[in-house]
Protein backbone atom coordinates (compact mmCIF):
# COMPACT_ATOMS: atom_id res chain seq x y z
CA UNK A 1 0.00 0.00 0.00
CA UNK A 2 2.50 2.57 0.77
CA UNK A 3 4.12 1.39 -2.99
CA UNK A 4 1.05 2.03 -4.58
CA UNK A 5 1.11 5.72 -2.48
CA UNK A 6 4.35 6.57 -3.09
CA UNK A 7 3.75 5.56 -7.26
CA UNK A 8 0.78 7.13 -6.73
CA UNK A 9 2.14 10.65 -5.51
CA UNK A 10 4.88 10.76 -8.12
CA UNK A 11 2.40 9.82 -10.81
CA UNK A 12 0.32 13.29 -9.72
CA UNK A 13 3.37 15.34 -9.37
CA UNK A 14 4.10 14.02 -12.82
CA UNK A 15 0.27 15.03 -14.18
CA UNK A 16 0.52 18.32 -12.42
CA UNK A 17 4.44 19.00 -13.45
CA UNK A 18 3.39 18.16 -17.09
CA UNK A 19 0.26 20.68 -16.77
CA UNK A 20 1.91 23.47 -15.42
CA UNK A 21 4.60 23.16 -18.65
CA UNK A 22 1.00 22.25 -21.17
CA UNK A 23 -0.11 26.02 -19.79
CA UNK A 24 3.25 27.77 -19.41
CA UNK A 25 3.53 26.87 -23.51
CA UNK A 26 0.13 27.55 -24.36
CA UNK A 27 0.43 30.95 -22.97
CA UNK A 28 3.61 31.46 -24.70
CA UNK A 29 2.09 30.47 -27.96
CA UNK A 30 -1.07 33.17 -27.01
CA UNK A 31 1.33 35.63 -26.50
CA UNK A 32 3.58 35.16 -29.53
CA UNK A 33 0.70 35.12 -31.92
CA UNK A 34 -2.70 37.30 -30.03
CA UNK A 35 0.36 39.76 -28.50
CA UNK A 36 1.49 40.63 -32.81
CA UNK A 37 4.67 39.12 -32.27
CA UNK A 38 4.60 36.68 -34.95
CA UNK A 39 2.75 39.64 -37.32
CA UNK A 40 5.39 41.75 -36.68
CA UNK A 41 8.38 39.67 -37.39
CA UNK A 42 7.05 39.72 -41.21
CA UNK A 43 8.47 43.34 -41.59
CA UNK A 44 12.36 42.75 -40.72
CA UNK A 45 11.85 39.05 -42.64
CA UNK A 46 10.84 41.00 -46.14
CA UNK A 47 13.86 43.53 -45.28
CA UNK A 48 15.84 40.58 -44.89
CA UNK A 49 14.40 39.30 -48.85
CA UNK A 50 15.56 42.86 -49.75
CA UNK A 51 19.13 42.38 -48.62
CA UNK A 52 19.46 39.24 -49.93
CA UNK A 53 17.59 40.09 -53.21
CA UNK A 54 19.61 43.06 -53.54
CA UNK A 55 23.30 41.86 -52.28
CA UNK A 56 23.07 44.48 -49.33
CA UNK A 57 24.44 43.57 -45.63
CA UNK A 58 22.26 44.26 -43.24
CA UNK A 59 22.61 45.33 -39.35
CA UNK A 60 20.78 44.42 -36.14
CA UNK A 61 19.22 47.87 -35.47
CA UNK A 62 17.55 47.78 -38.84
CA UNK A 63 16.05 44.48 -38.34
CA UNK A 64 15.19 45.30 -34.65
CA UNK A 65 13.26 49.14 -36.37
CA UNK A 66 11.46 47.27 -39.01
CA UNK A 67 10.03 45.03 -36.21
CA UNK A 68 9.20 47.40 -33.74
CA UNK A 69 7.21 49.64 -36.02
CA UNK A 70 4.60 46.71 -37.26
CA UNK A 71 4.66 45.74 -33.66
CA UNK A 72 3.67 49.16 -32.16
CA UNK A 73 0.98 49.17 -34.48
CA UNK A 74 -0.55 46.50 -34.51
CA UNK A 75 -0.50 46.47 -30.75
CA UNK A 76 -2.29 49.91 -30.75
CA UNK A 77 -4.89 48.25 -33.37
CA UNK A 78 -5.79 45.50 -31.02
CA UNK A 79 -5.81 47.62 -27.73
CA UNK A 80 -8.09 49.87 -29.19
CA UNK A 81 -10.29 47.54 -30.66
CA UNK A 82 -10.87 44.95 -27.88
CA UNK A 83 -14.49 45.81 -27.53
CA UNK A 84 -15.15 45.41 -31.55
CA UNK A 85 -13.05 42.02 -31.69
CA UNK A 86 -15.23 40.19 -28.91
CA UNK A 87 -17.31 39.82 -32.29
CA UNK A 88 -14.88 38.58 -34.79
CA UNK A 89 -11.67 37.36 -32.91
CA UNK A 90 -12.88 36.60 -29.59
CA UNK A 91 -9.99 34.36 -28.79
CA UNK A 92 -7.43 37.15 -29.34
CA UNK A 93 -9.94 39.59 -27.34
CA UNK A 94 -10.36 37.27 -24.46
CA UNK A 95 -6.60 36.61 -23.81
CA UNK A 96 -5.64 40.28 -24.26
CA UNK A 97 -8.78 41.96 -21.95
CA UNK A 98 -6.82 40.20 -18.79
CA UNK A 99 -3.55 42.47 -19.30
CA UNK A 100 -5.68 45.44 -21.22
CA UNK A 101 -4.10 47.21 -18.12
CA UNK A 102 -0.82 47.02 -18.03
CA UNK A 103 -1.06 47.29 -22.57
CA UNK A 104 -0.55 51.27 -22.49
CA UNK A 105 2.60 50.53 -19.98
CA UNK A 106 3.89 47.67 -22.81
CA UNK A 107 3.13 50.16 -25.70
CA UNK A 108 4.92 52.97 -24.14
CA UNK A 109 8.05 50.60 -23.73
CA UNK A 110 8.31 49.65 -27.30
CA UNK A 111 7.95 53.00 -28.41
CA UNK A 112 11.12 54.15 -25.88
CA UNK A 113 13.21 51.42 -27.55
CA UNK A 114 12.27 52.89 -31.03
CA UNK A 115 12.88 56.13 -30.30
CA UNK A 116 16.49 55.11 -28.47
CA UNK A 117 17.06 53.39 -31.97
CA UNK A 118 15.98 55.77 -34.61
CA UNK A 119 18.30 58.41 -32.64
CA UNK A 120 20.84 56.13 -32.47
CA UNK A 121 21.41 54.78 -35.35
CA UNK A 122 19.25 56.43 -37.82
CA UNK A 123 19.59 59.69 -39.97
CA UNK A 124 17.08 62.31 -40.35
CA UNK A 125 15.68 61.52 -43.29
CA UNK A 126 15.03 58.26 -42.33
CA UNK A 127 12.87 59.09 -39.08
CA UNK A 128 11.11 61.17 -41.01
CA UNK A 129 10.39 58.31 -43.19
CA UNK A 130 9.39 55.67 -40.25
CA UNK A 131 7.44 58.54 -38.32
CA UNK A 132 5.36 58.70 -41.32
CA UNK A 133 4.45 55.05 -41.88
CA UNK A 134 4.41 54.68 -37.89
CA UNK A 135 1.76 57.59 -37.72
CA UNK A 136 0.00 56.47 -41.11
CA UNK A 137 -0.68 52.92 -38.97
CA UNK A 138 -1.53 54.54 -35.89
CA UNK A 139 -3.77 57.24 -37.96
CA UNK A 140 -5.53 54.34 -40.11
CA UNK A 141 -6.54 52.33 -36.80
CA UNK A 142 -8.39 55.82 -35.90
CA UNK A 143 -9.35 57.56 -38.77
CA UNK A 144 -8.38 56.21 -42.28
CA UNK A 145 -10.25 52.82 -42.07
CA UNK A 146 -14.06 54.45 -41.90
CA UNK A 147 -13.17 56.20 -45.67
CA UNK A 148 -13.55 52.45 -46.98
CA UNK A 149 -17.53 53.06 -46.38
CA UNK A 150 -17.23 55.47 -48.90
CA UNK A 151 -13.96 54.65 -51.26
CA UNK A 152 -14.30 51.46 -52.49
CA UNK A 153 -10.88 48.85 -51.06
CA UNK A 154 -8.79 51.70 -49.50
CA UNK A 155 -8.56 50.00 -46.49
CA UNK A 156 -6.38 47.35 -48.79
CA UNK A 157 -4.26 49.28 -50.79
CA UNK A 158 -3.34 51.84 -48.14
CA UNK A 159 -2.33 49.12 -46.00
CA UNK A 160 -0.55 47.08 -48.82
CA UNK A 161 1.25 50.22 -49.98
CA UNK A 162 2.24 51.63 -46.78
CA UNK A 163 3.98 48.60 -45.70
CA UNK A 164 5.44 47.92 -49.06
CA UNK A 165 6.77 50.98 -49.04
CA UNK A 166 8.07 50.69 -46.00
CA UNK A 167 10.36 47.40 -46.44
CA UNK A 168 11.57 47.97 -49.84
CA UNK A 169 12.40 51.80 -49.11
CA UNK A 170 13.94 51.03 -45.82
CA UNK A 171 17.35 50.02 -46.75
CA UNK A 172 18.58 52.22 -49.53
CA UNK A 173 17.16 54.78 -47.18
CA UNK A 174 19.09 53.81 -44.11
CA UNK A 175 22.36 53.45 -46.48
CA UNK A 176 21.68 55.83 -48.42
CA UNK A 177 21.94 54.20 -51.53
CA UNK A 178 20.10 54.88 -54.97
CA UNK A 179 16.38 54.16 -55.21
CA UNK A 180 16.82 52.09 -59.13
CA UNK A 181 14.32 50.13 -61.13
CA UNK A 182 15.85 46.64 -59.16
CA UNK A 183 13.48 47.98 -55.78
CA UNK A 184 10.64 49.36 -58.33
CA UNK A 185 10.07 45.62 -59.60
CA UNK A 186 10.70 44.44 -55.96
CA UNK A 187 8.16 47.10 -54.48
CA UNK A 188 5.59 45.26 -57.45
CA UNK A 189 6.49 42.27 -55.97
CA UNK A 190 6.02 42.51 -52.11
CA UNK A 191 2.44 44.98 -52.97
CA UNK A 192 0.93 42.35 -54.58
CA UNK A 193 2.26 39.37 -52.54
CA UNK A 194 0.97 42.07 -49.90
CA UNK A 195 -2.40 42.50 -51.41
CA UNK A 196 -3.18 38.47 -51.30
CA UNK A 197 -2.28 38.97 -47.60
CA UNK A 198 -4.55 41.48 -46.77
CA UNK A 199 -7.46 40.38 -49.06
CA UNK A 200 -7.32 36.68 -47.43
CA UNK A 201 -7.53 38.59 -43.86
CA UNK A 202 -10.36 40.17 -44.78
CA UNK A 203 -12.57 36.60 -45.53
CA UNK A 204 -12.61 36.43 -41.88
CA UNK A 205 -13.96 39.57 -41.21
CA UNK A 206 -16.60 39.49 -43.50
CA UNK A 207 -19.70 39.93 -41.09
CA UNK A 208 -17.84 42.55 -39.14
CA UNK A 209 -17.10 44.90 -42.25
CA UNK A 210 -20.30 44.74 -43.38
CA UNK A 211 -21.79 45.12 -40.01
CA UNK A 212 -19.26 48.54 -40.77
CA UNK A 213 -20.19 49.27 -44.03
CA UNK A 214 -16.61 48.83 -45.44
CA UNK A 215 -16.60 47.97 -48.90
CA UNK A 216 -13.37 45.72 -48.84
CA UNK A 217 -13.34 43.10 -51.61
CA UNK A 218 -14.60 39.92 -49.71
CA UNK A 219 -17.74 42.58 -49.01
CA UNK A 220 -18.14 43.71 -52.24
CA UNK A 221 -17.26 40.67 -54.25
CA UNK A 222 -18.11 37.71 -51.82
CA UNK A 223 -16.00 35.11 -50.61
CA UNK A 224 -16.22 32.62 -53.87
CA UNK A 225 -15.27 35.46 -56.38
CA UNK A 226 -12.81 36.94 -54.05
CA UNK A 227 -10.82 33.49 -53.77
CA UNK A 228 -10.63 33.33 -57.42
CA UNK A 229 -9.24 36.83 -57.41
CA UNK A 230 -6.57 36.27 -55.47
CA UNK A 231 -5.33 32.89 -57.21
CA UNK A 232 -4.96 35.37 -60.18
CA UNK A 233 -2.87 38.16 -58.30
CA UNK A 234 -1.12 35.27 -56.52
CA UNK A 235 -0.32 34.01 -59.88
CA UNK A 236 0.93 37.81 -61.49
CA UNK A 237 2.96 38.27 -58.50
CA UNK A 238 6.04 36.74 -59.49
CA UNK A 239 5.92 38.15 -62.83
CA UNK A 240 7.99 41.61 -61.68
CA UNK A 241 10.77 39.44 -60.42
CA UNK A 242 11.03 37.13 -63.21
CA UNK A 243 11.08 40.57 -65.57
CA UNK A 244 13.99 41.75 -63.29
CA UNK A 245 15.97 38.56 -63.09
CA UNK A 246 15.56 38.91 -67.37
CA UNK A 247 16.80 42.34 -67.30
CA UNK A 248 19.66 41.14 -65.18
CA UNK A 249 18.08 43.87 -62.15
CA UNK A 250 17.51 41.59 -59.65
CA UNK A 251 19.62 38.19 -58.61
CA UNK A 252 18.77 35.04 -59.78
CA UNK A 253 18.37 33.79 -56.74
CA UNK A 254 14.92 35.70 -56.50
CA UNK A 255 13.46 32.98 -58.80
CA UNK A 256 13.70 30.87 -55.35
CA UNK A 257 10.91 32.30 -54.27
CA UNK A 258 8.23 31.19 -57.44
CA UNK A 259 8.08 28.04 -54.64
CA UNK A 260 5.50 30.27 -52.62
CA UNK A 261 3.03 30.93 -55.82
CA UNK A 262 2.48 27.12 -54.07
CA UNK A 263 2.50 27.82 -50.76
CA UNK A 264 -0.23 31.10 -51.66
CA UNK A 265 -1.88 28.32 -53.84
CA UNK A 266 -2.59 26.16 -50.80
CA UNK A 267 -3.69 28.16 -48.47
CA UNK A 268 -6.00 30.15 -50.69
CA UNK A 269 -7.18 26.56 -52.06
CA UNK A 270 -8.36 25.68 -48.37
CA UNK A 271 -9.97 28.97 -47.50
CA UNK A 272 -12.20 28.06 -49.99
CA UNK A 273 -13.57 25.25 -48.41
CA UNK A 274 -13.15 27.00 -44.76
CA UNK A 275 -15.56 28.30 -42.55
CA UNK A 276 -14.45 32.08 -41.30
CA UNK A 277 -13.67 30.25 -37.99
CA UNK A 278 -10.73 28.07 -39.37
CA UNK A 279 -9.57 30.83 -41.49
CA UNK A 280 -8.97 33.14 -38.30
CA UNK A 281 -7.51 30.49 -35.98
CA UNK A 282 -5.25 28.10 -38.30
CA UNK A 283 -4.90 29.59 -42.15
CA UNK A 284 -4.01 33.47 -41.07
CA UNK A 285 -1.07 31.82 -39.34
CA UNK A 286 -0.01 29.74 -41.90
CA UNK A 287 -0.31 32.92 -44.02
CA UNK A 288 2.28 35.14 -41.60
CA UNK A 289 4.78 32.52 -41.55
CA UNK A 290 5.08 32.94 -45.35
CA UNK A 291 7.01 36.02 -45.09
CA UNK A 292 9.72 34.59 -42.62
CA UNK A 293 10.24 31.37 -44.77
CA UNK A 294 11.17 33.79 -47.74
CA UNK A 295 14.75 35.34 -46.16
CA UNK A 296 15.02 31.41 -44.60
CA UNK A 297 14.68 29.58 -48.03
CA UNK A 298 16.90 32.07 -50.26
CA UNK A 299 19.83 31.97 -46.84
CA UNK A 300 19.92 28.12 -46.60
CA UNK A 301 20.42 27.95 -50.35
CA UNK A 302 22.67 31.28 -50.18
CA UNK A 303 25.16 28.86 -48.22
CA UNK A 304 24.67 26.06 -50.24
CA UNK A 305 26.22 27.58 -53.42
Not at 18 to 44: F, Q
Not at 132 to 156: D, E, Q
Request: proline share 3%.
Amino acid sequence: MTLSLVNGNILDNHISKNNILYKYVSNLKKEVIYGGYLTAIGAPSLILTVSIIMNVKISLPILLIAYLIPLIIYSFDYYKDLNKDMITNLERSSYLKKKSKVYPYILGFYVIILSVLLIKYTNLLLIIFILIIAFGGILYSTTFKKITKTIPIFKNIYTVLSWALFVTLLIPLYYSLNINISYFLIFLFIFLKGMVNVVFFDLKDIKADKKERLKTLPVMLGKSNVINLLYIINFIAFFPLIIGVCIQKISFLSTLLIIFYFYGFYYINKAKFANNKTIRTKLTSLVDIEYILWPLLLFIFNLLI
